[in-house]
């Protein structure tokens, strides 16, 4: 059995174990996008046997070093080209047939990705709201009145409906964030240039990226690693290696109360509130930042010349077949002949003016925690109201590519009227895995699911297993060392990453230990047993930080391996049985910052 969203992490256990073939798959996409009430999400589909034939080759060749994703689905946003289907960046008069790939789906290709099909956007990747399409407009999963985000429209609701495991989209506004917090998703934003535009319709060539959405940041993580090359071919590509964000002190930059604008929406000030929380409780200080030079460099995107790459890219199109556009999206490009090569100029020195404001800003911070949309409409409240509540959608999001920035886009909770709410995390380019990783702790924190399945576990994702290579090590810890207590700064000041809170699994009792004051906690497995499970988290450490950290650890105390929930075994506390003699059993609380909250003994 499948399970309701297809991350790459628990796909790859179930072929691992044997459990399903990439036939079985197939076979439950087929059903799934059958039995899926939004036709729109799709522009065209690999034929079912053209799918099956593909799977059974994967089988009889077996999985393989070289194909790191194996037998997982992933569908394409129908302005990346693939060879085969049509490319028409939602526009059927503008459809050509390519004869090749592009760079980022041939490499996808080459480690072993299976694609299922060609996805809905937004017609030239005009618009951040997933209405404007003669395809239809893709609706979010958690409700069918309300938008999906766009221009990445199919792509995100082809993740969180577990219809596909990834999936490419654009972005140069923030058409790969939108749709990601619409749908309760990660998306992805390069840095600009790192990932090939070659074989993609432009919106605004000098900008534009093609972007990840996925389940998880360690899937979305292990798909740009995939892609990123440098393509000589591609005039915007460039290469650099990553950047890594402070392992102590980082600061995060947050709206002041005066920049905080929600269009009304209270509900997503209070989850923009709770993100903050959450990620002040993972060890990031809090920087209130002047979010002024951002905010004016992100209106000049659409209320600027840059409008004007967007007619350079169908200029010769457009001449001849406006009437066959989506009348908004004509509108909008059309508007680029009123910008004259004046006003080009002046709108690049008024972007340096805004990029060197910026840069006092980002001297006070690392990384920016901004909201990824203020709110989310209904689609008959966009399709009457087009240009404006589609402006409001990218007041956190237009200016991430102008000032040449890097970007995740996560979940961050639920609203009371059960419709996601997401932030982005924000650093200059080429720190994008330092993104992804600071992503995914966040994602864990606010306990939000993956898409459609608001409830589920995240399983420790490949980020976390790519740091169990011997270089890092995870490890469980269930008493002093939590987040918050006294001892948790002996896996802090040796660079430990909170990876995850889960509990154990219900064969171990927790008892407080004789002989301190306060008393330790001592977890001991119990073969049999049927409790709670106990409350714990996953710390991440360096090898070697790991080797001293344990070094200092006091009988009866030491390490362990510890099954959790789910069926994952890392190294963990566990109290030798003599230690146990005179101790207190607190099974009962689930956790060790229950049982000192009820006795109300100092933490």
């Known amino acids: 059995m499948l399970p309701d969203i297809l991350d790459i992490t628990r796909l790859r256990r179930l072929y691992a174990a044997g459990d399903v073939t990439p036939l079985d798959v197939v076979e439950a996409i087929i059903a799934r996008i059958a039995a899926w009430p939004d036709a729109a999400v799709w522009i065209s589909r690999v ?32 302005n990346i080209d693939c060879a085969g289907p049509e490319t028409t960046a939602g526009c059927a008069a503008f459809a050509y047939r390519p004869s090749e790939d592009a760079p980022v789906v041939a490499r996808l290709k080459a480690a072993g990705a299976l694609l299922i099909g060609k996805t809905n956007l937004d017609q030239f990747a005009t618009g951040l709201n997933g209405t404007r399409s003669p395809y239809g407009a893709p609706r979010t999963v958690f409700n069918s009145a309300y938008i999906s985000g766009g221009s990445s429209s199919g792509s995100a609701v082809a993740v969180a409906a577990g219809l596909v495991s990834f999936a490419l989209g654009t972005d140069t506004a923030g ?44 899937d979305g993580e292990l798909i740009r690693r995939i892609v990123t090359q440098f393509d000589a ?87 001849a077949h406006s009437a066959e556009m989506d009348p908004t999206v004509y509108g909008i490009i059309s508007r680029a002949r009123a910008y004259s090569a004046v006003d080009a100029f002046r709108g690049q020195y008024k972007l340096l003016e805004f990029a060197r404001r910026a840069e006092a800003e980002w001297a006070r911070c690392d990384v920016l925690l901004l909201p990824t949309a203020p709110t989310i409409y209904t689609v008959e409240a966009m399709q009457a ?59 864990r924190s606010c306990a939000c699911g993956m898409g459609r399945d608001r409830q589920a576990v995240l399983p420790d994702s490949l980020l976390s297993e790519a740091k169990n290579d011997g270089d890092r090590i995870s490890l469980f810890v269930v008493g002093a060392h939590l987040s918050g207590m006294p001892l948790n700064h002996e896996l802090t000041k040796r660079g430990g990453v909170l990876i995850r809170r ?33 409350e714990g988290e996953v710390w991440n450490l360096g090898a070697a930080d790991f080797g001293s950290f344990v070094a200092s650890i006091p009988a009866p105390l030491g390490i362990g391996k510890v099954a959790l929930e789910g069926g994952d ?19 009962h609380y689930g956790g060790w910052r229950a049982y000192r909250t009820s006795i109300e003994a100092p933490v």
Not at 50 to 67: D, H, I, N, V, Y
Not at 390 to 403: P, S
Not at 569 to 587: K, M, Q, R
């Open 233 to 319: 071919q591609d005039p915007y590509s460039r290469a650099g290696a990553q950047r890594p964000l402070p392992q102590a002190g980082l600061r995060a930059g947050v709206l002041s109360a005066n920049e905080r604008e929600f269009c009304g929406d209270d509900e997503a000030a209070r989850l923009y509130q709770q993100a903050i929380d959450n990620m002040a409780a993972l060890g990031v200080s809090m920087v209130e930042i002047d979010y002024a030079p951002f905010r004016e460099a992100a209106a000049l995107l659409y209320d600027g010349p840059w409008v004007a790459e967007r007619l350079a890219a169908i200029e010769d199109f457009i001449e």
């Open 175 to 218: 058409s790969g964030r939108v749709p990601a917090a619409f749908n309760n998703i990660v998306g992805i934003k390069p840095t600009r240039g790192a990932l090939s535009a070659r074989g993609l319709v432009p919106a605004c060539r000098s900008l534009d990226c093609i972007s990840i959405l996925a389940a998880t940041a360690g």
């Open 47 to 78: 034929p079912d046997e053209a799918l099956r034939q593909a799977a059974r080759g994967l089988t009889a060749r077996g999985p393989s070093a070289e194909e790191p994703l194996w037998g997982i689905p992933f569908a394409v946003k129908d």
């Open 502 to 534: 889960c509990r154990s699994a219900p064969c171990y009792r927790l008892f407080a230990l004789a002989g301190t004051v306060p008393p330790k906690p001592g977890l001991s497995h119990s073969p049999g047993f049927v409790g709670p499970g106990i």
């Open 385 to 443: 109201d087009p240009l404006r509540l589609n402006a409001r959608l990218g007041l956190y999001t237009n200016f991430v590519n102008l000032l040449d920035c890097a970007a995740i886009a996560v979940p961050a909770g639920f609203k009371a009227d059960g419709l996601p709410f997401g932030v982005s995390l924000i650093a200059p380019a080429f720190h994008d895995a330092a993104l992804a990783e600071l992503g995914e702790r966040l994602h």
């Open 569 to 587: 075994v890392v190294s963990g506390f566990i109290c030798e049985s003599y230690g146990l003699a005179d101790a207190f059993e607190v099974t």
